[in-house]
């Protein structure tokens, strides 16, 4: 069974940066799309970004591109977002999500448990 593991939440100022890391357990982790999702509150679950398994392919939420990065860690079954330049509006649960499928963007079939990022003025 797929476990994914979220760490690298916190609370920051606006302007400032946060690294979130994810671990893959349980299955075969260079066969694995991976992605990032975020939910606000009262607000419903959205796609943050993705990276397939088959060619590396990313894909970015609007709202994130050129702000956010993702990337992978093959030999430490790891994904990583870094977040930059962030915003009050940024502030959500963000979950990392893991699937078989090859898009970037594809809806995931495991979840890890959420970690909390805050973004003050």
């Known amino acids: 069974q797929v476990q994914l593991v979220e760490s690298g939440g916190g609370m920051v100022r606006a302007g400032g940066s946060l690294r979130l890391s994810c671990t893959l357990s349980?299955?075969?982790?260079?066969?694995?799309?991976m992605a990032w999702f975020r939910q606000a509150p009262g607000k419903e679950r959205q796609f943050v970004a993705g990276?397939?398994?088959?060619?590396?392919?990313?894909e970015y939420d609007d709202s994130t591109k050129g702000r956010f990065t993702i990337s992978r860690d093959n030999g430490n079954n790891m994904v990583f977002l870094q977040m930059n330049s962030l915003k009050p509006e940024d502030t959500a649960v963000y979950y990392c999500?893991?699937?078989?499928?090859?898009?970037?963007?594809?809806?995931?079939?495991?979840w890890g448990q959420g970690t909390q990022v805050t973004v003050s003025l």
């Open positions: 990276m397939s398994w088959v060619n590396g392919h990313i």
């Open positions: 349980g299955g075969t982790f260079t066969r694995h799309t």
């Open positions: 999500a893991a699937n078989r499928a090859t898009a970037a963007r594809s809806e995931p079939a495991y």
